[in-house]
Nanobody, 124 residues
Framework: QVQLVESGGGLVQAGGSLRLSCAAS????????LGWFRQAPGQEREFVAG????????YYTDSVKERFTISRDNVKSTVYLQMNSLKPEDTGVYYC?????????????????WGQGTQVTVSS
């Protein structure tokens, strides 16, 4: 079983930055493909970014490209989401997710392991 614990959320003004972290345990970290999802009130949970096992391949939803960066540290068993130029529409609960297979999938059904989420609020 994989345990994921997110941190780093908070309240920030539009244009500001936040860095989310997700620490993993229970499985060799380098065997996990990882993703960040977010869920705004009344909305479906949506894919934000994903990263391959080695960290060489990254994927982003269009709305965050050029603003967000996903990265991982396989020694610290941690995945990060650096969020710059934040907008009010980035507000939501951000979840870290993991899967055992190689492919990064943009759908929540592809990830069996989830963290508890961390709230990000961007004020205008």
């Amino acid at each position: 079983q994989v345990q994921l614990v997110e941190s780093g959320g908070g309240l920030v003004q539009a244009g500001g930055s936040l860095r989310l972290s997700c620490a993993a345990s229970g499985r060799a970290f380098s065997t996990l493909t990882l993703g960040w999802f977010r869920q705004a009130p009344g909305q479906e949970r949506e894919f934000v970014a994903g990263i391959s096992r080695s960290g060489e391949s990254t994927y982003y939803t269009d709305s965050v490209k050029e603003r967000f960066t996903i990265s991982r540290d396989n020694v610290k068993s941690t995945v990060y989401l650096q969020m710059n130029s934040l907008k009010p529409e980035d507000t939501g609960v951000y979840y870290c997710a993991a899967r055992d297979f190689t492919a990064v999938l943009p759908t929540r059904d592809g990830y069996p392991y989830w963290g508890q989420g961390t709230q990000v609020t961007v004020s205008s």
